[in-house]
C-alpha cells in the first residue's frame, strides 16, 4: 500500500502550544505515540520543515503527513476457519472457539487466531498484532473484537484504555455465592512461577464485577463484567476468593466435588479440563460512525452441557 498524504493547518487557537500537543488535536484518528514516532522519522513535516516534539506552533502552518503503513506482523497467512459474527470495512467481531490460541508465540507458529486473520483479511498485515484489540486464553472461548484500519485501531485501542468497550463474560465457578459483588484486587505477575498471575499490592488495579445467575448444589452460574483487562484477571480474581473456575488447569486448584454428586457431574467434571468461561457480550462504539453496537454469542457446547448436568444433578 502506498503512502497517504493528509495535508491539514494548524489553528491559530493551538498558537503557543507544544506541537505534539497540536498535532494530536489536528490528528485525533491516530495516537500520540503513533505521531511522536512519524514526526520523528521524517514523515510529518510542518511547513517544509522537520521540527521537535516539544517545540511550539504559532498557527497557520501547514503540516504534511505521510502515513506509511506499519508492518509489524511476522506471522504467515493460513486458511483457518473463522466464526465471523460481524464484518465491515473498519473492523470484525469473531467468536473464537476453545482451543485456539490467538497470537502466534514460541511453539505456536501457525494454527492461530492471527494467521486465520491474514488470510482471511490481508490488509491485517499492516496493523500492529494484525488488529487484534484485546485477547482471550487459548481454552476461553468467545467475542474478539479486531480492527481493520489504522483510524479503527487508534479508536478502538483508545476506547478500551478508557473503559468505554463493555465486555461480558459467562463462568461456573466451585462453590456457592450467596450474591454479586465487586473483586477489586490488584494483579501482578507470580514472584516464583512466571507463567502465573497473583493478586499481590504492588500489582495492577484490576475490577472485576459480577453477578449470580444461577446456584446449583456446589457450584455458582455468574455473570461477569471487566472493568480491567489484566492477564487471566477473570480466573485469578475468582480463585482469589477461593472460587476457582471449574476446570481451570491453573488456578482451579484439586477438583472439587460437592457433596452427594451424582455419577454424571461426577464424570462431567472430570472430563471438563478448561476453563468454564466464555466472553459472551460485546459493547462498543463504532470507530467510523459512531453508533453503539452490541453483539452476543452462546456458550459452546462443552459449557452448554456442564450447565446441563449441574441443573440435572441439582433437582
Excluded at 505515540?33 to 504559532?58: E, Q, T, Y
Excluded at 494467521?115 to 468467545?142: C, Q
Aim: charged share 25%; proline share 6%; aromatic share 4%.
Amino acid at each position: 500500500m502506498n503512502a497517504e498524504a493528509k495535508v491539514r493547518t494548524i489553528p491559530v487557537e493551538l498558537a503557543g502550544q507544544r506541537l505534539d500537543q497540536a498535532l494530536a488535536k489536528l490528528f485525533p484518528e491516530y495516537s500520540r505515540s503513533r505521531l511522536k514516532a512519524w514526526l520523528l522519522d521524517g514523515a510529518i513535516v510542518v511547513d517544509g520543515d522537520s521540527p521537535r516534539p516539544r517545540d511550539p506552533v504559532h498557527g497557520g502552518e501547514t503540516v504534511t503527513l505521510q502515513a506509511e503503513p506499519e508492518v509489524s506482523v511476522t506471522a504467515e497467512p493460513e486458511a483457518i476457519a473463522l466464526d465471523v459474527v460481524h464484518e465491515d470495512e473498519s473492523l470484525i467481531v469473531i467468536n473464537k472457539p476453545v482451543g485456539l490460541v490467538v497470537h502466534p508465540g514460541a511453539g505456536n507458529s501457525r494454527g492461530t487466531l492471527m494467521n486465520g486473520l491474514l488470510h482471511h483479511a490481508p490488509e491485517l498485515d499492516e496493523l500492529p498484532r494484525a488488529g487484534i484489540v484485546h485477547r482471550l486464553d487459548k481454552d476461553t472461548s468467545g467475542l474478539l473484537l479486531i480492527a481493520r484500519t489504522l483510524i479503527a485501531h487508534t479508536s478502538l485501542v483508545r476506547q478500551l484504555a478508557d473503559r468505554e468497550i463493555s465486555r461480558f463474560y459467562r463462568a461456573v465457578c466451585n462453590g456457592v455465592l450467596t450474591g454479586g459483588g465487586t473483586i477489586d484486587a490488584p494483579i501482578g505477575r507470580h514472584r516464583v512461577d512466571r507463567k502465573r498471575m497473583c493478586v499481590r499490592d504492588d500489582g495492577k488495579p484490576a475490577v472485576t464485577h459480577y453477578t449470580v445467575l444461577e446456584r446449583f448444589a456446589g457450584h455458582t452460574y455468574i455473570r461477569v463484567q471487566l472493568d480491567t483487562g489484566r492477564t487471566h484477571q477473570i480466573r485469578v480474581h475468582f480463585a482469589h476468593r477461593r472460587h476457582a473456575l471449574v476446570g481451570d488447569p491453573v488456578y482451579g486448584g484439586r477438583l472439587a466435588l460437592p457433596k452427594g454428586a451424582g455419577d454424571q457431574l461426577i464424570m462431567t467434571l472430570r472430563r471438563f479440563r478448561r476453563q468454564a468461561l466464555h466472553a459472551t457480550r460485546l459493547e462498543f462504539t463504532h470507530p467510523e460512525t459512531g453508533k453503539a453496537l452490541s453483539f452476543e454469542a452462546a456458550p459452546p457446547d462443552d459449557f452448554a452441557n456442564l450447565l446441563a448436568v449441574l441443573r440435572e444433578d441439582s433437582q
